[in-house]
């Protein structure tokens, strides 16, 4: 009974060992799908912290939200895009309504006549956002990953295409290998009791 007992704990031990070694290569296959770009030249930003009433008014607008409603928190950064000396802004909903498997959604918008005029909308969005050097139509590239609903993971480009950015960065092109130069956006812990509640 004692050999019987003492070759199932061996069995369960074993399976356990196997199943910790297939985590690891499945992990590691991951990170080495990704090793040939270089993000060492990043530098990466926090969200703002004050709330901006204009925006809430504009974003829950888009996506028809009251406030209160559906838990959603928000963050942004204004960043310039077009090297007009003026700073659009990117906002990043997170929540259940506004969220996926996929990602969460985002949203930029530019200041015309002080008010929030929306650019682009995306879905899938992960953080940070890396806002690259390199533009295409005089606006910036934008660098998402993206992973998660049966995607593959990898780093998608965004271009502009003269009016607005793609809707859905997992069917855009992958983010050719080499060194990348830029700001990572949004770059919170969103895991944690950050974002400003709307």
């Given at each position: 009974?004692?050999?019987?007992?003492?070759?199932?704990?061996?069995?369960?031990?074993?399976?356990?060992?196997?199943?910790?070694?297939?985590?690891?290569?499945?992990?590691?296959s991951q990170d080495t799908q990704?090793?040939?770009?270089?993000?060492?030249?990043?530098?990466?930003?926090?969200?703002?912290t004050e709330r901006d009433i204009e925006l809430e008014e504009a974003f829950s607008?888009?996506?028809?939200?009251?406030?209160?409603?559906?838990?959603?928190k928000y963050y942004y950064n204004r960043i310039d895009l077009n090297n007009?000396?003026?700073?659009?802004?990117?906002?990043?909903?997170?929540?259940?309504?506004?969220?996926?498997?996929?990602?969460?959604?985002?949203?930029?918008?530019?200041?015309?006549?002080?008010?929030?005029?929306?650019?682009s909308r995306f879905s899938l969005v992960r953080t940070p956002i890396i806002i690259q050097e390199k533009m295409t139509n005089g606006?910036?590239?934008?660098?998402m990953y993206v992973a998660g609903g049966g995607i593959t993971p990898s780093?998608?480009?965004?271009?502009?295409?003269?009016?607005?950015?793609p809707l859905n960065p997992s069917v855009q092109p992958d983010v050719k290998n080499g060194k990348i130069k830029g700001v990572g956006i949004i770059s919170d812990d969103i895991s944690e009791n950050t974002g400003i509640k709307f």
């Open positions: 009974m004692k050999i019987k007992y003492t070759f199932l704990l061996l069995s369960l031990i074993f399976a356990s060992f196997s199943f910790e070694m297939k985590a690891n290569i499945v992990y590691a990704h090793s040939e770009i270089d993000l060492s030249n990043i530098t990466y930003i926090k969200s703002e607008k888009v996506y028809n939200l009251k406030r209160g409603e559906h838990k959603i007009d000396k003026k700073p659009e802004t990117f906002v990043y909903l997170s929540g259940p309504y506004v969220c996926g498997t996929g990602g969460c959604s985002g949203l930029i918008f530019q200041e015309v006549d002080d008010e929030y005029k929306l650019v606006w910036k590239n934008i660098m780093y998608k480009e965004l271009k502009f295409n003269g009016e607005t950015y």
